[in-house]
């Protein structure tokens, strides 16, 4: 009895260990809110992002990390009165990261989605994450209907996956095989140059991006009553709500004074006005 | 192939190659000192020592454990355990460093047990110490015998320094990939970190190949008997 109760004991602590190591992010419910003070006083916030999204963030011929995101990083502390430094990380580990202490939060061109809001808030919409199916200018591909019996991609992760699933059901399609997911989109449209698959669902406006740059590819909307409009965020901590809170603020204010607009012309060649200005919760 | 892209894009990876050389040169350094301490341990280790068994516990775990989970184990698990976080370069080498321990521990125990037993009991019967036939016999011998095997795993720790992208670390292959994703060049900028990583191994290959012919020449074997007797006879 005695050693089975000194292996529970044991067993318990190492749980319990494993637990705290584990939970070092989870945020503790007694704890008092000092994210924007930590902010204010260090006199700089980072934010993670991975720099292989044009035109959200990539390398320049510098590899200096430039985009969108980083602009609007740029603004967003310049009216704080700090820096804003970006941190490049790995997409997948993105919100575990955030909970390390990696950053402060993220601003990453992340779409606000359910399974993400589990683990973080968002902040009010600063663009519109829309999804797009990316094609061969010649596949006849032209609608959803028409990518039954194809090969079909999407990034992993991502929520372009679902949507394909939903779109397979909603319209009693089967595509060629499995739905195909890769690492992230560079790797993707190799894959379609190399005819490996027939179409890939990602962001709408990355694939036109891309499709503008390189010759004999075309993007086709992708859209469905079945899910809900998609818009891009930044992501906090749950417990960082002061942070969120002023984030927000100075994102209202970028908006109505046309800031935003100008950074979306630069970025993607057109605005996106109709951004809700509530964060998305589910 | 977008050659002239090549070309042009190869400053940029400077930076990022000499990460990669200096990841895995610190790493080859400090589990070479980790992992001679460790297998002399081993192998002068009484049977059924506890030291014995934690020392070839370790070398299972690193042994039965994708290095892409021991990366992630050592940023995810050493900021709690330090109360901070280390700069990602020296993350990066505690993560190969921990993996190249595993192997290494078993290459210096190989490379000792290979010396025959014959020697120490001549040692020891002309009156050496055990700290003397450790310095003077053994170790010479075993250096010689170990460079052909650590010169596998310093081209393997150079390869697994890629997988150092998964953390972000600015290295080679993450470079070379934030490249392809900026330019949409993903072929050329895989077929560019090929070429680099084989130049690069290829330098080091040649380096541990002077030391073996060159620093550590003594103790080698001639070619053949045969030809030796042949010498005479003529």
Redesign the interface.
């Given at each position: 009895m005695l050693r089975r109760k000194a292996a529970l004991t044991l067993g318990g602590s190492l749980l319990a260990l494993t637990l705290?190591?584990l939970g070092?992010g989870i945020p503790g419910s007694a704890q008092t809110d000092n994210s924007l003070q930590k902010v204010m006083d260090a006199g700089k916030f980072t934010y993670g992002l991975?720099?292989?999204?044009?035109p959200f963030e990539?390398?320049?011929?510098?590899?200096q990390i430039v985009g969108y995101d980083i602009d609007l990083a740029n603004e967003i502390a310049k009216r704080w009165g700090v820096k804003a430094e970006p941190?490049?990380?790995?997409w997948?580990?993105v919100i575990?990261t955030l909970y390390?202490?990696?950053f402060d939060l993220i601003l990453g061109g992340m779409t606000a989605t359910e399974a993400r809001y589990e683990r973080v808030n968002f902040s009010i919409p600063y663009m519109d994450a829309s999804s797009g199916l990316l094609i061969k200018a010649d596949s006849g591909i032209q609608d959803r209907q028409d990518l039954g019996g194809k090969v079909v991609a999407a990034g992993a992760g991502t929520p372009s996956v679902q949507q394909l699933e939903i779109t397979a059901k909603e319209l009693g399609i089967q595509y060629n095989g499995e739905i195909r997911t890769f690492d992230?989109?560079?790797?993707a449209?190799?894959a379609m140059k190399a005819g490996r698959i027939d179409a890939y669902a990602s962001s709408l406006v990355s694939l036109n991006d891309?499709a503008q740059?390189?010759e004999g590819f075309a993007v086709i909307p992708f859209k469905s009553e079945q899910w809900a409009a998609e818009y891009t965020t930044a992501a906090f901590r749950k417990e960082d709500e002061a942070l969120r809170q002023k984030f927000n603020e100075t994102l209202l204010a970028l908006k109505a004074d046309g800031t935003l607009d100008a950074l979306q012309e630069k970025w993607f060649g057109r605005t996106f006005g109709s951004l809700p200005e509530a964060p998305p919760t589910w | 192939m977008d050659f002239p892209f090549m070309v042009q894009t190869l400053p940029r990876l400077v930076a990022p190659l000499g990460l990669t050389i200096g990841v895995s040169l610190v790493s080859l350094l400090l589990a070479t000192i980790l992992g001679v301490v460790l297998g002399l341990l081993r192998v002068i280790c009484p049977v059924n020592n506890p030291l014995g068994w934690l020392i070839d516990g370790y070398v299972e775990l690193v042994r039965g454990t994708p290095i892409i989970i021991q990366i992630y184990a050592v940023h995810f698990l050493l900021p709690p355990l330090l109360g901070s976080k280390l700069p990602l370069f020296w993350e990066g080498v505690c993560a190969l460093t921990l993996n190249s321990v595993g192997y290494q521990i078993e290459i210096v125990r190989a490379a000792v047990q290979s010396i025959p037993q014959g020697q120490w009991e001549a040692a020891r019967s002309i009156g050496m110490t055990n700290r003397i036939i450790l310095c003077r016999i053994l170790l010479p011998q075993a250096a010689r015998q170990m460079i052909p095997p650590l010169t596998n795993e310093l081209s393997n720790l150079v390869k697994a320094s890629s997988v150092l992208s998964v953390v972000a670390l600015f290295e080679l292959h993450k470079a070379g990939s934030s490249i392809a994703s900026s330019s949409f060049k993903f072929v050329e900028m895989l077929a560019l970190q090929a070429i680099l990583y084989f130049a690069l191994i290829q330098t080091l290959s040649w380096g541990t190949g002077y030391l073996e012919h060159h620093v550590f020449r003594y103790g080698r074997k001639p070619s053949s008997f045969g030809t030796e007797a042949w010498g005479i006879r003529a």
């Open positions: 705290a190591l070092g991975e720099a292989q999204y044009r990539f390398r320049d011929e510098n590899n941190v490049d990380t790995d997948a580990t575990q390390n202490g990696g992230n989109d560079a790797i449209y190799e891309f740059q390189n | -």
